[in-house]
Nanobody
């Protein structure tokens, strides 16, 4: 069983920054791609960023490229999402998820374990 717990959400002003963390249980964390997704009210869950098990490959949604950075610390079983230059349209519940074993993907269907989510609200 894998448990993912997000933290670090909250309220930020436009142009500000937040750093999300996702702590994972289980010894297999370091073998899997990890991803961040978000879901705004009335919208479908969408891909934000993903990182390979070794951190040598990352992928970002066009809407966050250049503003968000995904990273991971396998020794701490934790994945991070540094969010800079926040915009009101970044407001959503952010979820971390465990992806496949050997490739980076942006598809929701490829992720099997999900956290409960953390709310990010950006005011204008």
């Amino acid at each position: 069983q894998v448990e993912l717990v997000e933290s670090g959400g909250g309220l930020a002003q436009a142009g500000g920054s937040l750093r999300l963390s996702c702590a994972a249980s289980g010894r297999t964390f370091r073998s899997y791609t990890m991803g961040w997704f978000r879901q705004a009210p009335g919208k479908e869950r969408e891909f934000v960023a993903a990182i390979s098990w070794s951190s040598d490959s990352t992928d970002y949604a066009n809407s966050v490229k250049g503003r968000f950075t995904i990273s991971r610390d396998n020794a701490k079983n934790t994945v991070y999402l540094q969010m800079n230059s926040l915009k009101p349209e970044d407001t959503a519940v952010y979820y971390c998820a465990r992806g496949p074993y050997y490739y980076v993907t942006s598809h929701v269907r490829d992720y099997d374990y999900w956290g409960q989510g953390t709310q990010v609200t950006v005011s204008s």
